[in-house]
Nanobody, 124 residues
Framework: QVQLVESGGGLVQAGGSLRLSCAASGRSFSSYAMGWFRQAPGKEREFVATISWSGGFRYYADSVKGRFTISRDNPKNTVYLQMNSLKVEDTAVYYC?????????????????WGQGTQVTVSS
C-alpha cells in the first residue's frame, strides 16, 4: 500500500507561482513513475505531467508546457510540481499519483495510487 499526501495548494493571483509537493510512503518510491493530474469543477480529470523513476523522462500536457515543471527527490520520497505564470484556467484540485511498475504515462487508469488532492485557485 502506498500513501500519497499532497500539499502546497492555495490561492494565488494570475501570473503568480505555487509549488505543490507530494510525499509518498513506502520503501520503493524510487522505482515508481509519478504523475500529476487535475480536475476543475464540472470537468473531467486531466493529465498535467509525469516523471519517470529516475527523473530522466518528463512529459507535460500542452496546456502547461513551459510553465510547469515536475521534479522528484527520491531520498525524500517526494515529487514536486512547480507552477509558474499561473492562469485562471489552472484552477482545479491537483492530484498526484504513482505507477508502481515505473511506467510514466498520461493515462490516469494506469496509476495505482492517488492522493487526496490539493486545491489550487488562481484569481484574476
Amino acid at each position: 500500500q502506498v500513501q500519497l499526501v499532497e500539499s502546497g495548494g492555495g490561492l494565488v493571483q494570475a501570473g503568480g507561482s505555487l509549488r505543490l509537493s507530494c510525499a509518498a510512503s513506502g520503501r520503493s518510491f524510487s522505482s515508481y513513475a509519478m504523475g500529476w493530474f487535475r480536475q476543475a469543477p464540472g470537468k473531467e480529470r486531466e493529465f498535467v505531467a509525469t516523471i519517470s523513476w529516475s527523473g530522466g523522462f518528463r512529459y507535460y500536457a500542452d496546456s502547461v508546457k513551459g510553465r510547469f515543471t515536475i521534479s522528484r527527490d527520491n531520498p525524500k520520497n517526494t515529487v514536486y510540481l512547480q507552477m509558474n505564470s499561473l492562469k485562471v484556467e489552472d484552477t482545479a484540485v491537483y492530484y498526484c499519483a504513482s505507477n508502481i511498475v515505473g511506467k510514466a504515462t498520461t493515462r490516469g487508469y494506469e496509476y495505482d495510487y492517488w492522493g487526496q488532492g490539493t486545491q489550487v485557485t488562481v484569481s484574476s
